[in-house]
């Protein structure tokens, strides 16, 4: 028999066992070293490395051929991380102790701190599987439809304090996933085509009305723009969510 004239005495079972932790300890090394491939190497409050930075080396660098034409990418890589790192930041540190919160200086909404911050995401439209953009406006989609709950077009937008600020022109899909994203808001109720985008899961949808308790009538001016108003890209939606985010803590 195998067992007997081939291994002898050896534990077969024992050799599956500590091969399959091997195995399972590898599988957690690899998955681990491959996660820490985007926002490392880490920087601590003086912007240097920190001494313990992880528990695991970083991985040898990779270099990614990205779709559509969009170039390559290499990662991990400091010069990758310094194109991302914002240096226009207006904030201060409420203590000299590490890990301490940092604090908007001037207009809490725009300063990028706190409930406000974004990241500098690409500035391109995020794209479907055929290469098409996949957040668009209903009014250039002739497929899609309202066939269920209220039709927020037309209808007056209010905000915190009760203000009418404008009226909703359109409505942004998300094709592929068939979902409302944003609300086009046209600022002036009597359309003078001073747009912005209202990210539609902070908007209530009422008989008359659409609320938003996020901004007060000051404040729906600042809204970021958009560069079109067929599409919006990944840094401008991650800028408009943030600027909306920053009203629920600051705008009262």
């Known amino acids: 028999m195998v067992g007997v004239e081939f291994f002898g005495t050896f534990d077969l079972a024992s050799l599956s066992i500590w091969l399959f932790w091997l195995f399972f300890a590898g599988l957690v090394y690899y998955l681990q070293t491959e996660n820490m491939r985007e926002g490392y190497p880490l920087r601590d409050d003086d912007d240097e490395v920190p001494a313990n930075e992880s528990l695991f080396p970083l991985p040898k660098e990779k270099t990614f051929i990205l779709r559509d034409g969009k170039g390559t990418l290499t990662v991990p890589s400091r010069e990758y ?22 604090l908007p200086t001037g207009n809490p909404l725009v300063d990028g701190v ?26 250039l989609l002739s497929d899609f439809k309202v066939s269920a709950g209220r039709d927020p077009r037309g209808k007056a937008v209010v905000g915190r304090d009760g203000e009418v600020i404008g ?34 899961n902070i908007c ?49």
Do not use: C
């Open 114 to 139: 706190g409930p406000a911050a974004w990241a500098p995401r690409s500035d391109t439209p995020e794209l479907d599987a055929h290469g098409h953009a996949k957040i668009k406006p209903m009014s």
């Open 167 to 200: 009226r909703v022109t359109d409505m942004w899909v998300d094709v592929p996933e068939q979902m409302v994203r944003f609300l086009t808001l046209d600022l002036n109720p009597e359309g003078s085509g001073n747009m912005r985008l209202i990210p539609m």
């Open 81 to 102: 991380e310094d194109t991302k790192m914002r240096k226009d930041l207006a904030l201060v540190q409420t203590s000299t102790a590490t890990g301490s919160p940092w």
């Open 204 to 252: 209530r949808i009422l008989p008359d009305r659409v609320l938003v308790k996020s901004l007060t009538k000051s404040a729906w001016e600042g809204i970021p723009k958009t560069k079109s108003m067929e599409q919006v890209t990944l840094a401008e939606e991650d800028k408009i969510m943030a600027y909306y985010a920053g009203g629920n803590m600051y705008a009262s």
